[in-house]
């Protein structure tokens, strides 16, 4: 088996949490063992690398915590051992039995969990008519599992037996090959084996225990052979079990450097680090994470560049040296036996078409995950397209000197309708490479040539015929008809135009699912860009309400009088639109008191528009962490009744609605509230509709991170549980007053859940909730709503109540608070306001008088927030 396929198994894992702790799932098998059987739980003091430390070994990069030489790792677990007495020179893990082929670079943005290839043998001797050998492989330390989908052997005559563990059937037939070079046998020796068991199984193991049994026609020939074992090796830091329980004592935790986050390794015990989106680096030493400069087009400038691994071309803006790609995502990795591997993906690669946009790949996983931000997998082959930043066409124009599109005759175009991100292509006609200038760039081939210069001639005699009869009946015409035609072209072209826009916002899509509603075409309209023009005085200046980082929102008139507020984003990339769609197809068909209302949408223009009801008051995340100064806050009667209300509308979406709808993506940003602060739930956009016998379906996971449900993370499947977490999350913002995700007191980021959970075990709940709730509400009621959110935070789905649960919970604490707050013991007359103990609580009665929105300031917070 060559060892470019054995290279296509390295797996590195993506972390995609920017905090210190993420919850994960119960790793699939008990502790990694010492020798002697006892689990290994090392506490370690946190070292830094010396100055001295070699970083090299031949062409190997040794980054912290792994280090060759005394005080140069983080533990004796990653010492390494490099022999400079061979050539090139070779590496070692800490045993010398196991021989470092490629380390995964903690340099990657992208990397949470490390891998290591590894490479030794293993003697097998046997008896004359022995029938089995058995073999035992072993890590080097606890850090290390070996994962099973990576392994590979070579060895002649022997089937080869995976056996069983808690994570194994009793015996799995292990492909081998006696051949170096044969690629993914699926037959040894006339039988079916398994060469690579999946790795959605989660199998990894340590020791891996192996059965090796003579094939019988060679049987008396076997004698003692060598087998040659690759495997990749996982690591982690295992001192602690968690994240939290690592970062709770600064004198250990390895994730050391600013801009950096921790991650609980799901398949061991223990975390590893990373740098978060938008920087890079070692985040195991001081100062490693640095901020991502992005695409670099000043590299290939670079000439000693090599452009080849073996007989593939490496076109700009990729590259296999340091300094020599646009960005470090695009560097490539040239193996001995000259087949590239792109660090984030799991196979090799085989071609790379620059004018197409493409790269061709084999022996990886079909997987989107394993490719990184930069890499999108087309589905209907091996082959990845690739963008060079994650802007748009208009907003990496504006950036000049990191533009990409640097050769003339080139152009910006977007990869596909779902991802955002740009590359570059030659235009129509023209060949070579857009990402650079000169000789090698976009240029204009012979047979292009010819094309455009016969049609040329026939094109100046056309026009010279077209010009000779349009003078002469110019002469006749132009006086009449002149202003008559201009009129009319004019008109043509703004409906052809706008005839183009709808179509390509799915215009026709979106007439066919209102039509075949009846409750949807009477609820929601397709307006025409004209009649929002005409609402908006065709969006004069003086009508936007406001401005939000994604758009503006305008005061319309409709010609009902109705007063609406109309959002208009700045731009909107092709693969939102299926979002805007989905997002104007569910509120078509609900109709919810405590649900926005939305009168329809226009297509007709480049970016699609939205009319909505007002909702003055704008979200619960505004007035909840607005400006202490302003002396405003709800009372905790009225935060009660809201989150009543808005569980009754979830309530409503999941079970009694004509279709379900899950709308995963429930955070305080999406709660508005009205004049009266009854609350409206909004955004649809990441929400998805789910037939009534469906309890799941499995989708890419999409949330705001802190109401996450991490459940729905590990499973990719989404039910109505996953509403109810991130609920829970919300009951805890109400009692604790703080975001799903804060800085505490030792300046690092910390989900609100776990801090809520970690402070229950160790305080009483009237410790930890704010002030004003403690002030206002009574004992029963915080215990109340803090248990209520606990069973919502359930890590088990099955564990948490249903929504249904969820509000009958809360509406009768808000009935009992009402009966209690409402009738005076003097003489049981109902009382008329609701009492705001801390002096500066406000209710629905008075709320106009302390918080008034003019219907300039309307609606404007749903411009700017984000999803």
């Given at each position: 088996m060559a060892i470019h396929t054995v290279l296509q198994m390295l797996l590195l894992l993506s972390c995609i949490t920017t905090t210190t702790t993420t919850t994960t799932a119960t790793a699939p098998l008990a502790a990694p063992a010492s020798d002697s059987g006892a689990p290994i739980h090392q506490k370690s003091i946190r070292?830094?690398?010396?100055a001295n430390c070699p970083n090299k070994c031949g062409d190997k990069d040794i980054m912290f915590p792994f280090g060759i030489g005394p005080g140069c790792s983080q533990q004796t677990s990653f010492d390494l051992i490099c022999d400079n007495t061979t050539y090139p020179p070779r590496l070692y893990l800490r045993d010398r039995a196991m021989d470092v082929i490629f380390m995964g670079d903690t340099r990657a943005p992208l990397v949470s969990i490390g891998g290591v290839l590894i490479d030794f043998s293993i003697a097998i001797s046997t008896s004359q008519g022995a029938e089995v050998y058995n073999a035992s492989l072993k890590s080097p330390s606890s850090n290390f599992v070996f994962a099973l989908s990576n392994l590979w052997i070579t060895v002649c005559n022997f089937y080869i037996y995976l056996i069983g563990n808690s994570n194994i059937s009793p015996e799995i037939p292990f492909c081998t090959s006696c051949d170096p070079d044969e690629l993914d046998p699926d037959m040894v020796y006339?039988?079916?084996?398994?060469?690579?068991?999946?790795?959605?199984?989660?199998?990894?193991?340590?020791?891996?225990?192996?059965?090796?049994?003579?094939?019988?026609?060679?049987?008396?020939?076997?004698?003692?052979?060598?087998?040659?074992?690759?495997?990749?090796?996982?690591?982690?830091?295992?001192?602690?079990?968690?994240?939290?329980?690592?970062?709770?004592?600064?004198?250990?935790?390895?994730?050391?450097?600013?801009?950096?986050?921790?991650?609980?390794?799901?398949?061991?015990?223990?975390?590893?680090?990373?740098c978060d989106?938008?920087?890079?680096?070692?985040?195991?030493?001081?100062?490693?994470?640095?901020?991502?400069?992005?695409?670099?087009?000043?590299?290939?400038?670079?000439?000693?560049?090599?452009?080849?691994?073996?007989?593939?071309?490496?076109?700009f803006p990729f590259g296999l040296e340091d300094g020599c790609s646009a960005r470090t995502g695009f560097q490539l990795y040239c193996n001995t036996s000259a087949f590239m591997l792109l660090d984030s993906m799991t196979g090799y690669i085989t071609n790379i078409n620059i004018t197409e946009g493409y790269m061709d790949i084999e022996g990886t996983s079909h997987d989107q995950s394993n490719y990184g931000p930069l890499y999108i997998a087309d589905r209907d082959s091996r082959r990845l397209r690739w963008v060079v930043a994650n802007l748009t066409c208009q907003e990496a124009h504006q950036h000049i000197s990191t533009y990409a599109c640097v050769s003339p005759n080139s152009e910006c175009l977007y990869v596909n309708s779902t991802t955002m991100g740009y590359s570059c292509k030659c235009n129509d006609g023209y060949a070579g490479n857009p990402y650079v200038t000169g000789p090698d760039g976009c240029k204009c081939n012979d047979d292009t040539i010819k094309m455009k210069c016969?049609?040329?001639?026939?094109?100046?005699?056309?026009?010279?015929?077209?010009?000779?009869?349009?003078?002469?009946?110019?002469?006749?015409?132009?006086?009449?008809?002149?202003m008559f035609i201009l009129c009319r072209w004019r008109r043509g072209v703004q409906k052809r135009l706008r005839m183009k826009y709808f179509t390509k916002n799915h215009g026709l899509l979106l007439e066919q699912l209102i039509s075949s509603s009846e409750d949807a075409s009477e609820k929601t309209k397709i307006f025409s860009l004209e009649e929002l023009e005409r609402a908006t005085n065709n969006f004069d200046h003086t009508r936007i309400l406001g401005r939000g980082g994604h758009?503006?929102?305008?005061?319309?008139?409709?010609?009902?009088?109705?007063?609406v507020a109309i959002k208009k984003s700045n731009v909107i990339e092709q693969g939102e639109i299926d979002q805007f769609i989905n997002e104007v197809a569910i509120l078509s068909q609900i109709n919810h008191r405590n649900i926005v209302k939305l009168h329809g949408c226009?297509?007709?223009?480049?970016?699609?528009?939205?009319?909505?009801?007002?909702?003055?008051?704008?979200?619960?995340f505004e007035i909840l962490y607005s400006d202490p100064s302003n002396n405003f806050s709800l009372s905790w009667d009225v935060c009660l009744r809201i989150a009543a209300q808005a569980s009754g509308a979830l309530y409503y979406l999941h079970s009694a609605a004509s279709i379900s709808v899950f709308h995963r993506d429930v955070?305080?940003?999406n709660i508005l509230l009205d004049a009266n602060y009854t609350a409206k739930v909004s955004d649809f956009g990441a929400s998805r509709l789910v037939h009534i016998d469906q309890t799941h379906i499995t989708?890419?996971?999409?949330?705001?991170?802190?109401?996450?449900?991490?459940?729905?993370?590990?499973?990719?499947?989404?039910?109505?549980?996953?509403?109810?977490?991130?609920?829970?999350?919300?009951?805890?913002?109400?009692?604790?007053?703080?975001?799903?995700?804060?800085?505490?007191?030792?300046g690092s980021s910390q989900s609100l859940s776990s801090y809520f959970l970690g402070e229950m075990q160790a305080r009483p709940i009237s410790e930890i909730v704010a002030a004003q709730v403690r002030d206002e509400a009574t004992e029963e009621e915080i215990i109340s709503v803090a248990s209520l959110a606990d069973m919502c935070l359930r890590i088990q789905g099955e564990e948490r109540p249903t929504m249904k649960e969820v509000e009958m919970t809360l509406q009768l604490l808000h009935t009992k608070r009402s009966m209690s707050s409402h009738v005076t013991p003097e003489n049981g007359r109902a009382e008329h306001s609701v009492p705001s103990h801390s002096g500066n609580g406000v209710d629905p009665t008075s709320a106009d008088s302390q918080r008034c929105y003019s219907l300039e300031q309307e609606f404007l917070s749903s411009a700017s927030l984000p999803r």
């Open positions: 070292k830094f690398p010396s006339g039988k079916k084996c398994n060469h690579r068991p999946p790795f959605e199984a989660h199998m990894v193991a340590n020791p891996v225990q192996l059965k090796f049994v003579p094939v019988k026609e060679a049987h008396q020939q076997v004698q003692r052979q060598i087998a040659s074992v690759v495997a990749t090796l996982y690591w982690n830091i295992n001192d602690q079990h968690t994240c939290a329980a690592a970062s709770a004592d600064e004198t250990i935790f390895a994730c050391v450097s600013s801009h950096s986050s921790c991650v609980d390794t799901p398949y061991m015990p223990g975390y590893s680090c990373c989106v938008g920087y890079t680096g070692n985040p195991y030493v001081l100062g490693g994470c640095s901020s991502d400069h992005g695409y670099n087009p000043s590299a290939r400038r670079n000439v000693t560049c090599t452009r080849s691994c073996g007989k593939i071309k490496v076109p016969a049609p040329s001639r026939k094109q100046t005699i056309l026009s010279g015929i077209a010009i000779g009869l349009g003078i002469g009946l110019g002469l006749l015409l132009l006086g009449l008809s002149a758009g503006m929102v305008y005061k319309g008139i409709l010609s009902d009088q109705r007063v226009c297509l007709e223009s480049e970016v699609p528009l939205l009319v909505y009801d007002f909702v003055p008051n704008g979200s619960l955070k305080f940003s989708t890419h996971v999409q949330g705001t991170f802190g109401y996450l449900d991490p459940e729905y993370f590990r499973t990719r499947q989404l039910n109505e549980k996953s509403d109810v977490y991130s609920f829970g999350v919300l009951l805890l913002e109400l009692l604790l007053r703080r975001k799903p995700v804060f800085t505490n007191e030792s």
